[in-house]
């Protein structure tokens, strides 16, 4: 059974710098693309970026420039550098791994407050 | 960026009827589209891919279709467990987009 596990979430301010994980487990970690899709509270789902088992990468334009997603194999880790952190990304974000396109495995969900 | 738009926004059914949800695409997206449905303080959950495919373990009440840019999703007969929000997502092209979802409630 594929599981995924967020952390790094929590309160920070306006401008600041984040760094959020997700463990896998239950699969071939390095076959699998994996990504990050946000819910602001009381919103819909927002794709934020992706990263393929070649390690290309994807962002959304609201983050492009300020969030870094990588990917560690020999860990089983997907990570999402967040910088210049500002109020509207405030969201629960969502961890992804999936074999072909469309998102059949998600994480829980870690949640990320930008406020001062 | 293509943009996907749900209607209704609102879907009040009651239990035992059928639910019927639209989603468009701005752009022709042939059939790479996949359907979620999202509980509250629940991850969501994947339901139908490539437009009509079911994933693994979702009943068969749950049903998609179309192609381009207009699809259908439908859910047969509404169990209580179905009351949720329904997310038609495209994955034919960068960014992938989501439409802001069709809540499903109790009529």
């Known amino acids: 059974e594929v599981q995924l596990l967020e952390s790094g979430g929590g309160l920070i301010q306006p401008g600041g710098s984040l760094r959020l994980s997700c463990a896998g487990s239950?699969?071939?970690?390095?076959?699998?693309?994996l990504g990050w899709v946000r819910q602001a509270p009381g919103k819909g789902l927002e794709w934020v970026s992706s990263?393929?088992?070649?390690?290309?990468?994807h962002y959304a334009d609201s983050v492009k420039g300020r969030f870094t997603i990588s990917r560690d194999n020999s860990k089983s880790t997907l990570s999402l550098q967040m910088d210049s952190l500002r109020v509207e990304d405030t969201a629960v974000y969502f961890c992804?791994?999936?074999?072909?396109?469309?998102?059949?495995?998600w994480g829980q969900g870690t949640l990320v407050t930008v406020s001062s | 960026e293509i943009v996907m738009t749900h209607s209704p926004a609102t879907l009040p059914v009651s239990p035992g009827e059928r639910a019927t949800l639209s989603c468009r695409a701005s752009?022709?997206?042939?059939?790479?589209l996949a359907w979620y449905q999202q509980k509250p303080g629940q991850a969501p959950r994947l339901l139908i891919y490539?437009?009509?495919t079911r994933a693994t373990g979702v009943p068969a009440r749950f049903s998609g279709s179309g192609s381009g840019t207009e699809f259908t999703l439908t859910i047969s007969s509404l169990q209580s467990e179905d009351f949720a929000v329904y997310y038609c997502?495209?994955?034919?092209?960068?960014?992938?987009?989501f439409g802001h979802g069709t809540k499903v409630e109790v009529k």
């Open positions: 992804l791994a999936y074999p072909q396109y469309y998102y059949d495995n």
């Open positions: 997502q495209q994955y034919y092209s960068w960014p992938r987009t």
């Open positions: 990263i393929s088992r070649n390690a290309d990468t």
């Open positions: 752009q022709r997206i042939n059939t790479n």
């Open positions: 239950g699969f071939t970690f390095n076959t699998y693309a």
């Open positions: 490539g437009a009509s």
